[in-house]
C-alpha cells in the first residue's frame, strides 16, 4: 500500500543524553522536493494563500510563548507585555501550515514495512506521529490507511489521544507502536496517533497527506512520547544528535545524523539557542543595502515558513532604508522595482549571511507587474495573543541560501555557506 505522509520537523530546543555508541552507527541523507510556493500561476503574488500562510506561522510561535506560560507561570522576556491571553480548555495545541509549502521525501512503517512518499513538513510543530487508521470513519476517505493489525511489530497500548490543531484543525483516535524507518534508520516501538477521525482541515480536499510524524522534545508532544528522531538518537541508530537542511533549489535534502559536508563550505558559525521554546537564537543586525537597520533582534528559525515575518516596525525601517514601499491593498506586505532588489543581510556570531537576491522578491504585484512583493512580511498579534515585540520568523527566503544544522545535543543552531554553484 503507498501512502503519503506529512512528516513535521519541529524546531525546539532539546538536550539529548548521548547512548552508548553501537558497532555501527549511521546517518543518512533524504532528498527532498517542494509542492508549490503561494504564487498565481503567472508567478504573481497570491495574497490570500500567502496571508493564510503567516497566520499559521505566526500562531505556532505564539503557542511557544503560551506554552512557556503555561510550564513556568511566566511570559517569555520578549513577549509584548499587558496582551497577552492564555488560550482556553485543556487540549494540547499546534499548528499546521498551508500543506501546499511542504517537502517530500521517503518513508515506511511496520513488519514488513509498507513504503510511502512522505511529505516532510519541515516546521516548527509539536505533533506526535499521526496516521489514520482502519476505524476511521469516512472523515479518512481518500487517505491511505495504517492498518496496525497488518504490522507485526505493531502493539495496542490502550491510551486514547485528542488533539486540537491552531487553525480548526483536530483528530482523535488511539495509540498504538510500531516500526518506523526513513532511509535505513529505524525507530523501533514508536508510538503512533492513529486516528478514528480527521476534522476538515485534515480531510483529502484540503491536506494532501495521509498523516503527520512529529520531530518534536519529548515534553513537549502530545502525549510526552518519544518523538522519532529522540529515539533514534536513544536507541543509537545516528551518528550524533544532530540535523540538518539544505533548502536550495537545486537537491534540496534533510540529513539525520550530523551534516552533509559536500552541502556547505567553510566552517559553521554556531548560535546558541535562547530557551524557552523553538529553535530561537539571537541575530546580531539586519543589513539593508549596506546599512546596519537593526541590531540585538531574536530569529525563530523556521524552515516551514515560505516568508520572513518580523514585527511591523522593523519592517518599515528596514523597507524605508532600501526603497520599499507599502502594497496599498494590503499594508503587512511591501514592494520595490524589480529591476533595483534590495541586498538584505542577517549577522549571526559576528558573520554576515546574505538573503539570495532571487528570494528577496517572491514575485510581481498583479497591480503593477514592474514592482515585486518583498518576501519579508509585517506580523503582529493574532487572537489576542503576542508575537515577541523583537523576534522574526527567519523562513526559506533566507535559508534556502544557506546550510543549516541543527545541534538538539548542544541546543545551538549552526549556520553555513553553500558551496558555489
Not at 269 to 285: C, E, F, K, Q
Not at 298 to 327: E, F, K, M, N, Q
Request: net charge neutral.
Amino acid at each position: 500500500m503507498r501512502f503519503t505522509l506529512a512528516t513535521v520537523i519541529t524546531a525546539l530546543p532539546l538536550f539529548i543524553a548521548a547512548a552508548p555508541r553501537p558497532a555501527e552507527q549511521r546517518s543518512t541523507a533524504i532528498p527532498l522536493s517542494k509542492l508549490s510556493s503561494p504564487v498565481n500561476a503567472d508567478k504573481s503574488v497570491n495574497f490570500e494563500n500567502l496571508k493564510s500562510h503567516i497566520a499559521a506561522t505566526t500562531a505556532k510561535i505564539l503557542r511557544g510563548i503560551d506554552d512557556n506560560f503555561e510550564k513556568t507561570g511566566a511570559l517569555h522576556p520578549s513577549a509584548v507585555k499587558g496582551a497577552w491571553k492564555r488560550d482556553a480548555g485543556g487540549l494540547p495545541l499546534v499548528s499546521l501550515s498551508d500543506p501546499r509549502d511542504r517537502w517530500f521525501g521517503t518513508i515506511s512503517i511496520g513488519t514488513p514495512p509498507r513504503n510511502f512518499a512522505g511529505m516532510l513538513a519541515l516546521t516548527l510543530q509539536r505533533i506526535d506521529v499521526i496516521l489514520p487508521g482502519p476505524q476511521c470513519d469516512n472523515t479518512c476517505d481518500g487517505h491511505a490507511i495504517y492498518d496496525p493489525e497488518a504490522s507485526l511489530t505493531s502493539a495496542n497500548v490502550d491510551r486514547p489521544f485528542s488533539v486540537n490543531f491552531v487553525g480548526g484543525a483536530s483528530s482523535f483516535g488511539n495509540r498504538y507502536t510500531d516500526n518506523v524507518t526513513i532511509v535505513g534508520l529505524t525507530a523501533t516501538d514508536q508510538t503512533l496517533a492513529v486516528a478514528a477521525h480527521y476534522s476538515v482541515a485534515l480531510q483529502i480536499q484540503r491536506f494532501a497527506g495521509d498523516g503527520l510524524l512529529g520531530m518534536a522534545p519529548q515534553s513537549d508532544t502530545m502525549a510526552n512520547q518519544s518523538p522519532f528522531f529522540q529515539t533514534l538518537v536513544s536507541q543509537g541508530q545516528i551518528d550524533e544528535p544532530v540535523f540538518a537542511f539544505s533548502l536550495a533549489a537545486h537537491g534540496p535534502e534533510l540529513y539525520l545524523g550530523g551534516t552533509n559536508p559536500d552541502r556547505y563550505t567553510g566552517d559553521f558559525t554556531w548560535a546558541p539557542i535562547i530557551p524557552p521554546g523553538h529553535w530561537r537564537v539571537n541575530i546580531d543586525s539586519v543589513v539593508g543595502n549596506g546599512q546596519n537597520v537593526l541590531t540585538n533582534v531574536l530569529g525563530v528559525i523556521d524552515t516551514g515558513s515560505v516568508v520572513i515575518v518580523a514585527p511591523p516596525a522593523h519592517v518599515a525601517a528596514l523597507y524605508a532604508t532600501v526603497g520599499g514601499t507599502r502594497v496599498p491593498t494590503n499594508p503587512r506586505f511591501y514592494y520595490f522595482p524589480c529591476d533595483a532588489v534590495p541586498s538584505v543581510s542577517f549577522t549571526f556570531g559576528g558573520r554576515s549571511f546574505p538573503i539570495p537576491a532571487e528570494t528577496v522578491g517572491m514575485g510581481p504585484y498583479t497591480g503593477d507587474p514592474s514592482q515585486c512583493v518583498g518576501s519579508i512580511i509585517a506580523g503582529n498579534v493574532i487572537r489576542e495573543s503576542p508575537i515577541c515585540s523583537r523576534t522574526w520568523i527567519v523562513g526559506t527566503p533566507f535559508l534556502s541560501g544557506v546550510y543549516t544544522a541543527f545541534d538538539l545535543g548542544n541546543m545551538r543552531v549552526g549556520i553555513a555557506t553553500l558551496p558555489a554553484a
